[in-house]
């Protein structure tokens, strides 16, 4: 197996960023190889924007994906294997500028929700695209990102668990 | 269209799936039993574990996947540490937020290249 010669995998790949740039805002920000106009495209039309938007790794099951994408369209989409139990998420968008902009609210939570901007910026034949989540508050953000750590946390506490049953396990063996 | 704590539902029902796949494997176990004492090179873990460079390159790359190890390079050496206990719980929590993010662009990036590769057949076929 050593003596297998296994070539790098490495194509250059863009970076992804995500950067809390203040106590209500949240920014991610990644670089396409391709003009605006096509990556705008696959935000905006639904048959494109459902082959990216739930990776293959991740095992979620899109049920459907409507968009009315203009100023004062609505979007609705729906996730999940169990048409009982489906988790939905929902808004409208408030801005619409072709290839440059695209503005959402995300009102499935109610008004804490934060505002979505996307804007489309063209260099040289690719696209810097910058998403911004805007929450209301400060506490609003928080409580998206502590509830988080707080799943996470239980989540951590049954991997320690895991760990210290598999460390025994590596001991023994 | 999915705020924060939505994405981390869906992401740590994947993530946790993740964690278990890189535990299944006894050289990984053993890494992190090694970087639960101290934290160490991927050259002194290859060497610990008598496999090629590239070989534990690969296994502390799933390792750092599931979220298990982070890794840091100071000039031509990087450290792996220990990931989740070390996190602050706001870095780790964006990290994952950055993870899920950083996935779906992986897709979108082969959305835009059957996209230009679709727009430049067009374009040859209008030109014909």
């Given at each position: 197996?050593?003596?297998?010669?296994?070539?790098?995998?490495?194509?250059?790949?863009?970076?992804?960023?995500?950067?809390?740039?203040?106590d209500r805002e949240l920014v991610v920000t990644r670089t396409f190889n391709g003009p605006a106009r096509i990556v705008f495209e696959a935000w905006t039309k639904p048959e494109l924007f459902q082959q990216w938007w739930v990776p293959k790794s991740m095992g979620m099951f899109l049920r459907s994906c409507e968009m009315d994408v203009r100023a004062g369209g609505r979007y609705r989409l729906v996730f999940g294997h169990d048409a009982s139990n489906p988790d939905e998420f929902f808004g409208r968008y408030i801005e619409v500028i072709p290839h440059s902009r695209l503005v959402w609210t995300n009102d499935e939570g109610g008004d804490g929700g934060p505002i979505t901007t996307v804007t489309f910026e063209e260099r040289g034949g690719k696209t810097l695209l910058v998403m911004?989540?805007?929450?209301?508050?400060?506490?609003?953000?928080?409580?998206?990102?502590?509830?988080?750590?707080?799943?996470?946390?239980e989540t951590f506490a049954q991997l320690d668990e895991l760990l210290v049953i598999l460390g025994a396990s590596v001991g023994r063996s | 269209m999915c705020p924060i704590l939505n994405y981390m539902v869906q992401y740590i029902r994947t993530g946790f799936n993740a964690s278990f796949a890189a535990l299944s494997?006894?050289?990984?176990?053993?890494?992190?039993?090694?970087?639960?004492?101290?934290?160490?090179?991927i050259t002194d873990l290859a060497e610990k574990f008598h496999m090629t460079l590239t070989g534990m390159r690969k296994h502390v790359g799933v390792l750092e996947q599931a979220g298990l190890v982070t890794t840091e390079k100071v000039?031509?050496?990087?450290?792996?540490?220990?990931?989740?206990?070390?996190l602050e719980e706001e870095a780790a929590w964006i990290e994952r937020y950055r993870q899920l993010w950083d996935a779906r662009f992986d897709e979108l990036d082969k959305v835009v290249e059957e996209l230009k590769r679709k727009e430049k057949s067009d374009g040859r076929k209008k030109r014909e």
């Open positions: 197996m050593g003596a297998r010669r296994e070539s790098e995998p490495t194509p250059t790949k863009n970076r992804t960023t995500v950067e809390r740039k203040s911004s989540e805007l929450y209301p508050s400060k506490e609003a953000l928080d409580a998206a990102g502590t509830g988080a750590a707080d799943m996470m946390r | 494997d006894a050289t990984r176990r053993g890494v992190l039993e090694q970087l639960g004492c101290a934290d160490a090179s000039g031509r050496v990087r450290t792996c540490k220990l990931g989740l206990r070390r």
